[in-house]
């Protein structure tokens, strides 16, 4: 092969390489979009604290949306009011008196899809809702004791029976 020749086949090697190595950050968006996106990460796990906090501090008290969102010793949780990118603030939006929305603003358009169900893809917002109020023969969400006819244990035979309460928290994906 001649010295030309094989000067055409490294030059053509060449640019092929930059093509593709160009189409393959076109295509992926390369490191900066890479890093975008776990910025939008980020925010969106942020959100979802948020809505775990305003659902915590809406059943740990009076059933209805907090005026703010700063930890109660019912709700301990400290959670981040502010884009720590921007420190732009979190949005909080009661939308009706059970349902409400966090937002945040985002560098990439939204898909529900990539999230969850619970989006506001327009708005950049995680939308939440209270859960219903206990019925109101369970005020306190105590299952009903049961009556029995047994005689109750002596004092030093006394068995733990004790049921705390618990609390159901809607899963956060």
């Known amino acids: ?5 094989q000067g055409r086949a490294s030059t053509a090697l060449l640019l092929l390489t930059a093509l593709s190595v160009g189409g393959a950050l076109v295509f992926t968006g390369g490191p900066m979009t890479g890093r975008s996106e776990r910025r939008d990460e980020t925010r969106m796990n942020d959100l979802r604290r948020l809505s775990s906090q305003v659902q915590c501090l809406a059943t740990n008290g009076p059933r209805r949306l ?6 109660t010793p019912a709700c301990p949780s400290e959670v981040r009011l502010a884009d720590p990118y921007t420190a732009a603030a979190y949005r909080f939006e009661p939308v009706e008196p059970d349902s409400y929305r966090v937002c945040a603003d985002f560098e990439h ?3 529900a899809d990539d999230w969850q169900s619970d989006l506001d893809v327009a708005r950049g917002c995680l939308v939440g809702h209270l859960p219903p109020p206990p019925p109101p023969d369970l005020p306190t969400g105590r299952a009903p ?10 004092p030093d035979q006394a068995e733990d029976t004790e049921q705390v309460p618990v609390q159901v928290v809607p899963a956060q994906p």
Do not use: D, F, I, N
Request: charged content about 25%; glycine content about 0%.
């Open 1 to 5: 092969m001649s010295r030309s020749t």
């Open 66 to 71: 907090p005026s703010e969102l700063a930890p």
């Open 109 to 111: 358009p939204l898909k």
């Open 145 to 154: 004791q049961e009556q029995t006819t047994e005689p109750k244990a002596a």
